[in-house]
């Protein structure tokens, strides 16, 4: 980097000064926080997303939203080149960008990492940053300042996108780095063709008419609301009526979206007594997040949560489903030996894993957030995973694509060995393998109902949740608290898992955990029971325990 080229940075650099006080981590949702503070933050994070394209020669993504966050929050993340998540070895670089007290200290620092990263800035290597943003009022002004971010990288290219949901960023970065078409028509034209596709392949006896072909869908008064009308222009084969698309006076993420559902278990906003029996979903804020839910009567607020670890289940049952039909009279040494794996965090219902272990399905455990479910998937020919909150998705390997391309065309057209290659490689295509996608999933869960003739009444009875409750214990030092085994064992204070352990047998069905928040210094405690009751009072012993514990 030449003089000149400190000369720009550092005068860029001075137009957003970090707020006095001001902390800032990067997290699994990047950072997030009060938009008013967010500028100096949102410039920084252009100057990474710049360097990260700089070092992999590849097109990276930013992302300016706050997801479920209350509307007067925001927040800026960066998509990799696989359209994942930042890796985590760049994490203490963003948060070290972010803080950096001046100009000077974020000359110095930009300086130090590109030498240690070997990264060359002298305006001849070539870097481009795809850019996005929801619906939030903050996120123009947000938007310039990450462009002033990427410029003042020389020989970096903001290429904005306009409003997006996240999913559609991280795909259009996955989808430019394979060398494919990348726009939101080719995003929306990918989706609804494999939707087709996998309808067509719907048997005789199964297709649905009038209203069982019904789906409502509370939009979060976000950017998925608008987004799904969208794409609904392009779908056969299923109605969608939209509430709370955000045009109607709503207020973002206020008493509506997936996660005020999945927590509150009430039904949202401008849904009630006239949807009961209906098939109803949830998105969440920036459409990454998706929840079924059921309006059992009309003389209560209250619902049948369909939750992610139903989602997932559904996803697994057909998946094994087809691989049985592929399979079948297949000798083992003459086919290629797909491993199938299920990803679940200890948060997810023990019920769940217990279907799923049912099925005969590989189950592991990692631990809480997403880049930890996504990098356990990757490992298997096909990975599901899925959070209870409706944040996952389904990966499949290339050499397994691959394989399943090559045994499509061997097979006999219309057999039903074609049938299920067909339907595995139009999954393949209708799931967003960068990131976890509402409308994917979405509509993925509605060809699948359709194929097996399922209700949503049916689909929500595949098993019934254990009760479970979640509390939050104060403590000084959180760092005090170590697991282990994918957060389900504390191996430090030395004692305490003996003493959860204790506990725990008392109930039936008794499971509990404890872990150290990311954010706050806070001990989370999880149990589940037979009971509502059990649940509670084994949660409350635990939390006392903690308390007991630490102090």
Same mark, same amino acid.
């Given at each position: 980097?030449?003089?000149?080229?400190?000369?720009?940075?550092?005068?860029?650099?001075?137009?957003?000064?970090?707020?006095?006080?001001?902390?800032?981590?990067?997290?699994?949702?990047?950072?997030?926080?009060?938009?008013?503070?967010?500028?100096?933050?949102?410039?920084?994070?252009?100057?990474?997303?710049?360097?990260?394209?700089?070092?992999?020669?590849?097109?990276?993504?930013?992302?300016?939203?706050?997801?479920?966050?209350?509307?007067?929050?925001?927040?800026?993340?960066?998509?990799?080149?696989?359209?994942?998540?930042?890796?985590?070895?760049?994490?203490?670089?963003?948060?070290?960008?972010?803080?950096?007290?001046?100009?000077?200290?974020?000359?110095?620092?930009?300086?130090?990492?590109?030498?240690?990263?070997?990264?060359?800035?002298?305006?001849?290597?070539?870097?481009?940053?795809?850019?996005?943003?929801?619906?939030?009022?903050?996120?123009?002004?947000?938007?310039?300042?990450?462009?002033?971010?990427?410029?003042?990288?020389?020989?970096?290219?903001?290429?904005?996108?306009?409003?997006?949901?996240?999913?559609?960023?991280?795909?259009?970065?996955?989808?430019?780095?394979?060398?494919?078409?990348?726009?939101?028509?080719?995003?929306?034209?990918?989706?609804?063709?494999?939707?087709?596709?996998?309808?067509?392949?719907?048997?005789?006896?199964?297709?649905?008419?009038?209203?069982?072909?019904?789906?409502?869908?509370?939009?979060?008064?976000?950017?998925?609301?608008?987004?799904?009308?969208?794409?609904?222009?392009? =779908?056969? #084969? +299923?109605?969608? @009526? *939209?509430?709370?698309?955000?045009? %109607?006076?709503?207020? $973002?993420? /206020?008493?509506?979206?997936?996660?005020?559902?999945?927590?509150?278990?009430?039904?949202?906003?401008?849904?009630?007594?006239?949807?009961?029996?209906?098939?109803?979903?949830?998105?969440?804020?920036?459409?990454?997040?998706?929840?079924?839910?059921?309006?059992?009567?009309?003389?209560?607020?209250?619902?049948?949560?369909?939750?992610?670890?139903?989602?997932?289940?559904?996803?697994?049952?057909?998946?094994?489903?087809?691989?049985?039909?592929?399979?079948?009279?297949?000798?083992?040494?003459?086919?290629?030996?797909?491993?199938?794996?299920?990803?679940?965090?200890?948060?997810?219902?023990?019920?769940?894993?217990?279907? =799923?272990? #049912? +099925?005969?399905? @590989? *189950?592991?455990?990692?631990?809480? %957030?997403?880049?930890? $479910?996504? /990098?356990?998937?990757?490992?298997?020919?096909?990975?599901?995973?899925?959070?209870?909150?409706?944040?996952?998705?389904?990966?499949?390997?290339?050499?397994?694509?691959?394989?399943?391309?090559?045994?499509?065309?061997?097979?006999?057209?219309?057999?039903?060995?074609?049938?299920?290659?067909?339907?595995?490689?139009?999954?393949?295509?209708?799931?967003?393998?960068?990131?976890?996608?509402?409308?994917?999933?979405?509509?993925?869960?509605?060809?699948?109902?359709?194929?097996?003739?399922?209700?949503?009444?049916?689909?929500?009875?595949?098993?019934?949740?254990?009760?479970?409750?979640?509390?939050?214990?104060?403590?000084?030092?959180?760092?005090?608290?170590?697991?282990?085994?994918?957060?389900?064992?504390?191996?430090?204070?030395?004692?305490?898992?003996?003493?959860?352990?204790?506990?725990?047998?008392?109930?039936?069905?008794?499971?509990?955990?404890?872990?150290?928040?990311?954010?706050?210094?806070?001990?989370?405690?999880?149990?589940?029971?037979?009971?509502?009751?059990?649940?509670?009072?084994?949660?409350?012993?635990?939390?006392?325990?903690?308390?007991?514990?630490?102090?």
């Amino acid at each position: 980097m030449d003089e000149d080229q400190k000369s720009i940075l550092r005068r860029a650099s001075s137009r957003f000064p970090i707020p006095p006080g001001a902390k800032f981590s990067y997290g699994t949702a990047g950072f997030r926080a009060d938009a008013l503070v967010l500028e100096s933050t949102v410039y920084r994070a252009g100057i990474l997303a710049a360097l990260r394209s700089l070092k992999t020669r590849s097109v990276t993504g930013l992302m300016i939203t706050a997801s479920h966050n209350k509307i007067s929050d925001n927040g800026v993340k960066i998509a990799d080149p696989s359209g994942g998540m930042l890796t985590q070895a760049w994490e203490p670089f963003a948060d070290a960008l972010a803080n950096a007290a001046d100009s000077d200290s974020l000359l110095q620092l930009i300086i130090e990492f590109a030498k240690k990263e070997s990264i060359v800035i002298d305006g001849n290597c070539r870097a481009e940053v795809l850019l996005g943003r929801d619906t939030r009022p903050s996120g123009e002004s947000l938007l310039e300042a990450a462009k002033q971010g990427i410029n003042s990288i020389v020989g970096s290219a903001a290429v904005d996108m306009g409003i997006l949901t996240t999913p559609q960023l991280h795909w259009m970065v996955r989808a430019r780095n394979k060398g494919v078409k990348a726009s939101e028509r080719d995003y929306f034209e990918q989706l609804s063709s494999s939707f087709r596709c996998l309808m067509t392949l719907v048997p005789g006896e199964c297709k649905v008419k009038g209203t069982d072909n019904k789906l409502v869908v509370d939009g979060a008064n976000g950017v998925g609301g608008g987004k799904l009308e969208c794409l609904m222009n392009m =779908l056969d #084969g +299923l109605v969608i @009526e *939209v509430r709370n698309d955000g045009k %109607g006076g709503g207020i $973002l993420n /206020e008493g509506v979206g997936a996660d005020y559902v999945q927590k509150e278990k009430v039904v949202p906003q401008e849904f009630g007594s006239n949807d009961v029996g209906m098939r109803c979903a949830s998105l969440d804020g920036d459409a990454d997040r998706l929840v079924y839910f059921i309006v059992p009567s009309a003389s209560s607020d209250n619902i049948v949560l369909v939750d992610g670890d139903k989602i997932l289940s559904l996803f697994a049952l057909f998946i094994k489903e087809q691989l049985g039909i592929l399979y079948k009279g297949v000798h083992e040494n003459n086919a290629y030996q797909a491993r199938l794996g299920v990803v679940q965090t200890a948060y997810a219902n023990g019920a769940s894993t217990d279907y =799923l272990k #049912g +099925l005969g399905l @590989e *189950v592991v455990l990692t631990p809480t %957030g997403v880049k930890f $479910l996504h /990098e356990k998937a990757a490992e298997y020919d096909i990975g599901i995973y899925f959070e209870a909150n409706g944040h996952g998705t389904i990966l499949f390997s290339d050499s397994f694509l691959c394989w399943l391309e090559k045994r499509h065309n061997e097979l006999p057209e219309g057999s039903e060995q074609q049938k299920a290659a067909v339907r595995l490689l139009a999954v393949s295509k209708l799931v967003n393998q960068a990131v976890g996608d509402a409308f994917s999933g979405l509509l993925l869960v509605e060809a699948i109902l359709q194929n097996l003739n399922w209700s949503i009444n049916h689909w929500s009875e595949l098993y019934r949740d254990l009760p479970s409750r979640q509390l939050k214990v104060k403590v000084m030092d959180r760092t005090a608290v170590v697991t282990a085994n994918a957060e389900t064992v504390a191996v430090k204070p030395p004692g305490i898992q003996e003493a959860i352990n204790a506990e725990t047998v008392k109930y039936p069905r008794g499971r509990s955990f404890i872990r150290p928040s990311g954010t706050e210094d806070v001990i989370r405690v999880y149990a589940e029971a037979s009971s509502q009751e059990g649940a509670d009072t084994l949660a409350q012993s635990v939390a006392k325990l903690v308390e007991q514990f630490l102090g």
